[in-house]
Every structure is written in structure tokens, then in C-alpha cells.
């Protein structure tokens, strides 16, 4: 069995930082493609960035420039570094991953828990 884990998450005030980690547990072989989504109430969720395998990474428009995102393949964490937080990024935050599980060829995609992120004004 395979789990995301994620933390880090809370409540901060506009223009402050938070740091999101996420853990990938359980009985995986290789994972490619990791990355963040986020979902606020009424809104669909969306992508915020992804990284793969070899580090090349992709943000969302909303976000360049303010959040990070890497991760430490020996670990099987990546985390989220923001940055200049706004109101609008409250939401709650998904870790994905697509991996490759020991014993099959199939590769699956992961979510985590979810974890609030809240910013005040």
C-alpha cells in the first residue's frame, strides 16, 4: 500500500510564508511526476506546480515567482516553499504523485490528505 502524506499547512497573515511537505510511503520503486494542487471552496481544484523526476519544474501563473517547489528523490518528499502569501491562495493544498509500485509495471497516481492553508488579510 502506498500513502501521501502531507503537512505544514496553517494559518498565516498576507505576505507571510508557509512551507508544505509531503511524504511518499509505503512500497514504491520510482516515482516521476510530483506535485502540488490546491482547491478553495466553490473552485475546482487546480494545478499550482509540478516537478519531475530530474527536476524540471512548472508553476502556475498566479504563483510564479513567489512559490518553489522541490523535492529529495532519496526521501520521496517534495515540498512547497511560499512565499509573499495573498488571500487568494487559501485553499486546501494535494500532494500528487505518479509512481511505479514494487511488483508492477502499471504506473498510479496518488493524492494525499489535503492541508489548509489559510491567509488573512
Known amino acids: 500500500q502506498v500513502q501521501l502524506v502531507e503537512s505544514g499547512g496553517g494559518l498565516v497573515q498576507a505576505g507571510g510564508s508557509l512551507r508544505l511537505s509531503c511524504v511518499a510511503l509505503?512500497?514504491?520503486?520510482?516515482?516521476?511526476?510530483m506535485g502540488w494542487y490546491r482547491q478553495a471552496p466553490g473552485k475546482q481544484r487546480e494545478l499550482v506546480a509540478i516537478?519531475?523526476?530530474?527536476?524540471?519544474?512548472s508553476y502556475a501563473d498566479s504563483v510564479k515567482g513567489r512559490f518553489t517547489i522541490s523535492r529529495e528523490n532519496a526521501k520521496n518528499t517534495v515540498y512547497l516553499q511560499m512565499n509573499s502569501l495573498k488571500p487568494e491562495d487559501t485553499a486546501v493544498y494535494y500532494c500528487?504523485?505518479?509512481?511505479?509500485?514494487?511488483?508492477?509495471?502499471?504506473?498510479?497516481?496518488?493524492w494525499g490528505q489535503g492541508t489548509q492553508v489559510t491567509v488573512s488579510s
Open positions: 500528487n504523485a505518479d509512481l511505479y509500485r514494487y511488483g508492477s509495471s502499471e504506473e498510479y497516481d496518488y
Open positions: 509505503g512500497s514504491i520503486f520510482s516515482i516521476n511526476a
Open positions: 516537478i519531475t523526476s530530474i527536476g524540471r519544474t
